[in-house]
């Protein structure tokens, strides 16, 4: 796979996933291909969502938050 122009100083990660989230990924990469007239790849909605998510240090702490309530049910 190619490096994308975009990304000057990148590093190449791998992720484990569910194949039911895949293939949703999957559709979704489609509809946006359809709707944009580009081609979108899952790895590009995965970049995009790590983007979002981590601009904000609202969503951040959010995001953060629900990863840890089972920690938090778990000791109450």
Known sequence: MARPCTLEDSVVVSVRMERESYRQLHDLAALET????????????IRNAVKY????????REAFRRSRSHVNKKYR
Do not use: A, F, H
């Open 34 to 45: 359809l709707n944009t007239g580009r081609v979108v790849s899952v790895v590009e909605l």
């Open 53 to 60: 998510v981590y601009e904000d240090n609202e969503r951040l």
